[in-house]
């Protein structure tokens, strides 16, 4: 089965950066939407941002000053460029790949941004 694996989290000083990766183990057809959701100890998942196969993003009003999501379709590859980090962004990342019929899940990445 295939699974979506994270890459990039870590520990970083608020006002810096990271940028977070997330490819397939095998391959997926059909791809459409990709995003980045996150949760923060002790609330609920949220979206973070969305990408079309054509490239139109939407983002969450606190992120879109900050946050960068883009797609590499050739790779079925999501990333997360994510700049001027702030210690309420501290949270585990997740990203998401849906087909028409199939939304794939990655187990997370955690993001510690620290004060």
């Known amino acids: 089965q295939v699974q979506l694996v994270e890459s990039g989290g870590g520990l970083v000083q608020a006002g810096g950066s990271l940028r977070l990766s997330c490819a397939p183990s095998?391959?997926?057809?059909?791809?459409?939407?990709m995003g980045w959701h996150r949760q923060a100890p002790g609330k609920q998942r949220e979206l973070v941002a969305t990408?079309?196969?054509?490239?139109?993003?939407r983002y969450a009003d606190s992120m879109k000053e900050r946050f960068t999501i883009s797609r590499d379709n050739a790779k079925t590859t999501v990333y997360l460029q994510m700049n001027s980090l702030k210690p309420e962004d501290t949270a585990v990342y997740y990203c998401?790949?849906?087909?028409?019929?199939?939304?794939?899940w990655g187990k997370g990445t955690l993001v510690t941004v620290s004060s």
């Open positions: 998401n790949i849906n087909t028409w019929s199939v939304h794939f």
């Open positions: 095998g391959s997926i057809f059909g791809v459409n939407t």
């Open positions: 990408i079309t196969t054509a490239g139109s993003t």
